[in-house]
Nanobody
Framework: QVQLVESGGGLVQPGGSLRLSCAAS????????VDWYRQAPGKARDLVAG???????NYADSVKGRFTISRDNAKNTVYLQMNSLKPEDTAVYYC????????????WGQGTQVTVSS
């Protein structure tokens, strides 16, 4: 079992920055792919960024050049550094961990609210 806890959300002005954290417990975190998703009110949950167990990353076009995903396996934590934030980035951000070899094992965190507003 893996338990995930997101943190770092809050209220920020346009152009500002936030760093989200996804902390894991209960298993060997290094063997999991971890993705960040976001969901705005009335909209679908969309993939924002992902990082594999080997460190490969991918990003949604809407955040490329502004967001950076990274992981520290020693700390069982994945980060999402968000720079140059825009109002359209406002959403609840969730992390999701998928077992590298057993993809049916997938775990979600509770989400953290990010609000970008002047």
């Amino acid at each position: 079992q893996v338990q995930l806890v997101e943190s770092g959300g809050g209220l920020v002005q346009p152009g500002g920055s936030l760093r989200l954290s996804c902390a894991a417990s209960g298993s060997i975190f290094s063997i999991y792919t971890v993705d960040w998703y976001r969901q705005a009110p009335g909209k679908a949950r969309d993939l924002v960024a992902g990082i594999t167990s080997g460190g490969s990353t991918n990003y949604a076009d809407s955040v490329k050049g502004r967001f950076t995903i990274s992981r520290d396996n020693a700390k069982n934590t994945v980060y999402l550094q968000m720079n140059s934030l825009k109002p359209e980035d406002t959403a609840v951000y969730y992390c999701n961990a998928v077992h590298r070899f057993l993809s049916s094992r997938s775990y979600w965190g509770q989400g953290t609210q990010v609000t970008v507003s002047s």
